[in-house]
């Protein structure tokens, strides 16, 4: 379709000012949480992008009333009359969201049953369920599959359990928290992932009245309360999307201002930015800082990355970057240990005259869980290259971004299809791109 479409004219240096928002990896989880509460809650700082309209849409079918507050970005929950849903309304979101299989817990707490549909989301590789629904059997739920979707039941209560996940997911530690908070007893939650989103949702469940201790050894223990009421919180800003308009700035040559991009949780990309040979600055004002993120001239270094969970570099960091190691003097490396099938959207480079080939083997790293598995998750980028215009279609939210800053360091002028996937994640992307000098534009639709 004409209207999912972005034609970009590249060779130009994004140069000026962005703001980020509430992190998407946070606001979604946030928003289920609400339905834990007895009483309102409200939160500042919410992007406008799809995946909330998906969750809002999720919330409201289940009776919660979800109404803008005063502020941009304000958005406030009302928990009173949550309902169960009708099957046919909820399955109109089947496939749109991984977020359903998140209110699960809540749902088996205020209602006693619940109803996920087919999940969506990017496909990076399978993500799995089956921890989210080991753990709930555990808390006592009763699952049953069916061709429509699972349903749920706890006609005993929901109680607390010992669990260790193979594998410190996010998603499954969301999961455990957001059932064991109201869960009959204490729950211990071993080899949890604790990534910054993971810590805002901890402080969003205590300030609701949650008991959550985060031990050093990556062991969590949740005591179970008997109610919950509303909160009021301004979640920490998007890392994943700082990270892409300073990945953005190096591969374009540019200079870009975030506001409200914080430190303290881009630490790792920042240094792995610094040693490619990227310039930054911190501004640490409370109410207008961020992080500016320029190319300083001269030849970029090659780097040695290996993505993994927090506190190492993030998996969702390392598509913008490798456009601009493409730029890179020198073989780059960068072994993916989170995603098993992240490594597709290097195609669509290499057609624009880039140099990346793709192992099985775990390169420029220890071994990971997908060595002598056959997955390739391991890239090797021959830079410098010149990239050309091309045509693109992109396939999920961060490759698409990735795809898009090709096409803005490339020469010439690409036509991006599909660029209303990233809507899912990057709020009026396309205005804070003409904020900062990009030329693109939607093709006119002709009449019939």
Known sequence: MLSDVLVVTGGTPLTGEVRVRGAKNLVSKAMVAAVLGH?????????????????????????????????????????SNVERAGIDEINVHAGSSRIPILLCGPLLHRLGHAFIPDLGGCHIGPRPIDFHLEALRQFGAIVDKTPEGLHLSAPNGLHGIKFTLDYPSVGATEQILLTAVLAEGVTELANAAVEPEIVDLICVLQKMGAIIKVHTNRVIEIEGVSRLTGFTHRPIPDRIEAASWASAALATKGDIFVRGARQADMMTYLNVFRSIGGSYEVDDDPVGGGIRFWHPGGDLRPVVIETDVHPGFMTDWQQPLVVALTQANGLSVVHETVYENRFGYTHALNQMGATIQVYAECLGGADCRFGRRGFRHSAVIAGPAKLHAHD??????????????????????????????????YEDFEAKLAGLGARTERPVTQAA
């Open 39 to 79: 009483t309102p809650s409200r939160m500042f700082d919410v992007p406008r992008i799809r995946d909330v309209e998906i969750v809002r849409g999720l919330l409201e079918l289940h009776g919660v009333r979800v109404t803008d507050g005063d502020l941009d970005g304000e958005l406030v929950f009302d928990p």
């Open 392 to 425: 693109l279609v992109i396939p999920d939210l961060r490759a698409g971004f990735s795809h898009l800053i090709a096409a803005l360091a490339a020469e010439g002028t690409s036509r991006v299809h599909g660029v209303d996937l990233i809507n899912r994640g």
